[in-house]
């Protein structure tokens, strides 16, 4: 069990996507810290379940259904965080994902796959499907930032996203997603830069591969089963393991900690097994 910073005792958390596993295991750690934690989800069950699980464990939570993409439910979700806990200390940008609007079926360009209509090549992606997950996965992001870090300047306070392997070099199959966490690295310089003499700081954590709902489909058969990919992962991680949620804690608190990072704005830290020093060589 991670040791409690006490200075994060009673401040307020923000989560989206706190419904999902990583995030989820974020919104209770924060919650065991003492900070009171919003979770937001577009699915509100799953919010209510991490909150729920938090409030058995003595924590103090709010369950709110969100769809980050959606100016005017943000607005309502931070107004409804700032009147029951007040402002927003420490948000956590975690809601994105994939879905196969946005993927390639196969790793690389096969010529008679062309002809096919049942195979989604580069050249079957619509614009549409494209930008859902670009969307998603970066401006879900840039939303809640814009609307919750009003209330968040001038009070030592920190905006966490959550990037992706993908951001530094891209995982095949997935160009939507990826083109999306890559912005994400760029925009958490940018707005670290832009919001530091605000005291706002603005950091990311790059997970490594951990599986969850949204990489199910691509990680294992419907067996439960390793898929090749999966493999290719393993074999690409030296410390050959997929990550568990617990991985990540130990960074978030630091992250979040003014104590601990007060010196720290603009970074992205990888949480990853080594998965991006290694080579394959
Ligand atoms: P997850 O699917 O368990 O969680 C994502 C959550 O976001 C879900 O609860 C979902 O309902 C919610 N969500 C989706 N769209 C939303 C929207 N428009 N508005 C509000 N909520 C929405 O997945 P996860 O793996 O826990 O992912 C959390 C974050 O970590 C994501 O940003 C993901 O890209 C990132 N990530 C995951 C991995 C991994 O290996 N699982 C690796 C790197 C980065």
């Known amino acids: 069990m991670l040791a409690i910073h006490s200075n994060l005792k009673n401040k307020v958390a923000v989560v989206t996507g706190g419904g999902g596993v990583l995030c989820g295991a974020m919104a209770k750690e924060l919650a065991r810290q003492g900070m009171k934690v919003a979770v937001l989800n577009r699915t509100y069950e799953k919010a209510e379940k991490v909150v729920d699980d938090i409030k058995e464990q003595g924590g103090e939570a709010l369950a709110i259904g969100c769809d980050v993409l959606d100016r005017d439910a943000v607005f309502a979700a931070e107004k409804k965080v700032f009147q029951q806990y007040g ?48 969307n998603l996965n970066f401006i879900g992001s840039l939303i809640p930032t814009q609307i919750f870090s009003t209330r968040m300047m001038e009070r030592k306070t920190t905006v966490l996203n ?68 999966m493999q290719k992962i393993i074999d690409h991680t030296p410390m050959r393991r997929l990550g568990s949620p617990e991985d990540l804690l130990g960074t978030l608190l630091w992250l979040v900690d003014e104590e601990a990072s007060g010196f720290v704005t603009g970074t992205c830290i990888p949480v990853d097994g080594g998965f991006m020093a290694y080579s394959g060589v």
């Open 87 to 134: 402002a927003c200390d420490v948000l956590i940008n975690g809601a994105g994902g994939n879905h196969p609007d946005g993927t390639t079926a196969s790793e690389k360009f096969k010529k008679e796959e062309m002809s096919d209509p049942s195979i989604r090549t580069f050249f079957d992606m619509t614009t549409e499907g494209f930008s859902s997950v670009f």
């Open 162 to 229: 959550i990037s992706s392997m993908s951001a530094p070099s891209p995982m095949t199959k997935v160009p939507a997603y990826s083109a999306a966490k890559a912005a994400i690295n760029n925009f958490t310089q940018w707005l670290a830069v832009h919001m530091a003499e605000a005291n706002v700081r603005v950091n990311a954590i790059a997970p490594g591969f951990f599986l969850t709902d949204q990489n199910r489909p691509l990680l294992t058969n419907e067996d439960g089963s390793p898929t090749p990919r």
